[in-house]
């Protein structure tokens, strides 16, 4: 089965797992590379900011990898919203943070 199709079946406790355990990779390579995590932590999205761009990204693929218009991509922030309730809060704070 191919991860686009295993992801938009999952619960969101499921994507926020495999949200987690991918910036737990990320934090370890760069505390490897000598880096503090004081010094990157703030950089870092969070669990569900990264499980929207998952989803955003998903939608993408589903879509010939056309990357949508600004108005598009409104659009598909919000279905992801509608789609994902717990995740509203996440949503409208990023498309406050592209608008500005």
């Known amino acids: 089965m191919d991860e686009t199709r295993s992801r938009r079946g999952?619960?969101?406790e499921v994507l926020r797992a495999e949200a987690h355990d991918e910036l737990q990779t990320v934090i370890l390579a760069r505390a490897r590379d000598g880096e503090d995590?004081?010094?990157?932590?703030?950089e870092?999205?969070?669990v569900d900011e990264l499980?929207?761009?998952?989803?955003?990204a998903d939608r993408i693929r589903d879509d010939?990898?056309?990357?949508?218009?600004?108005?598009?991509?409104?659009?598909?922030?919000?279905q992801i919203a509608l789609d994902?309730?717990?995740?509203?809060?996440?949503?409208?704070?990023m498309l406050g943070r592209e608008s500005e």
Do not use: E, N
């Not at 995590?37 to 703030?42: A, T, V």
């Open 10 to 12: 999952a619960s969101l």
């Open 64 to 78: 010939g990898d056309r990357l949508p218009t600004p108005s598009r991509d409104y659009r598909l922030l919000r």
């Open 44 to 46: 870092l999205p969070t």
């Open 84 to 93: 994902h309730p717990a995740l509203t809060t996440t949503v409208w704070s």
């Open 51 to 56: 499980v929207v761009w998952m989803l955003r």
């Open 37 to 42: 995590p004081w010094d990157f932590m703030s």
